[in-house]
């Protein structure tokens, strides 16, 4: 099979959501985003804090990777995106789970590794976090400070899953050429071989 993962992954508030959804309607191929997955999944259950937030991510990034898994089966491609953590950040080491999926079904992998100015960023997020389509399950509940959100941001550096890795500097939307970066994406999805 020739089974391709894109992922985009990266600092929050990044715009990756927003891209993800954009390369699987230029592509037509599936996507999972982290927070919208989320939300499906816990739509008839409250969540009354963090903790339970954070362990309701835990459950999300298990059932995409289920999803995916049967995806691989067989044979379809597909957009993977989240604020995904490297060993150490969290109990789970996310990115060693991707990539045993990967090799378990020799896949071939693209990288969009979404950053930017983290002052910029944080606006973002606060501002983000206000906004109803959030979702409750998704919300913080309280504002975190820069230097939080910072350490957040600094903590996803390192996650590497091997296979091209393209970096994508958001702090400025309008210096983007997000067409060109779908474009790259698509040529990759197009390719036949299955080389990292």
């Not at 993962?5 to 508030?13: D, M, N």
């Not at 993800?20 to 999972?32: D, G, Q, R, T």
């Not at 804090?49 to 491609?77: C, K, Q």
């Not at 996803?156 to 790259?184: A, P, Q």
Request: proline share 3%.
């Amino acid at each position: 099979m020739n089974n391709k993962i894109i992922i985009v992954e990266g600092y929050l508030a990044s715009g990756k959501s927003t891209f993800a959804l954009k390369l699987s309607e230029s592509l037509k191929i599936p996507y999972f985003i982290k927070d919208t997955f989320k939300i499906a999944l816990c739509e008839n259950i409250s969540v009354n804090d963090r903790n339970e937030s954070s362990r309701f991510s835990a459950v999300t990034f298990d059932g995409m990777m289920y999803a995916i898994e049967r995806l691989f089966e067989v044979g379809y491609p597909v957009i993977f995106e989240g604020n995904f953590v490297p060993e150490g950040v969290k109990r789970i080491d996310e990115s060693k789970i991707i990539r045993g999926i990967i090799n378990k079904y020799s896949c071939k992998s693209l990288v969009f590794k979404f950053s930017g100015d983290t002052k910029i960023l944080h606006r973002r997020f606060i501002e983000r976090e206000r906004l109803p389509e959030r979702g409750q399950v998704n919300k913080m509940g309280f504002e975190p400070s820069y230097t939080e959100f910072d350490a957040w941001c600094h903590n996803l550096d390192k996650f590497d899953v091997g296979g091209k890795v393209i970096k994508i500097d958001t702090t400025d939307f309008s210096k983007v050429n997000f067409e060109r970066y779908i474009e790259v994406a698509r040529l990759f999805i197009d390719s036949k071989s299955c080389t990292t």
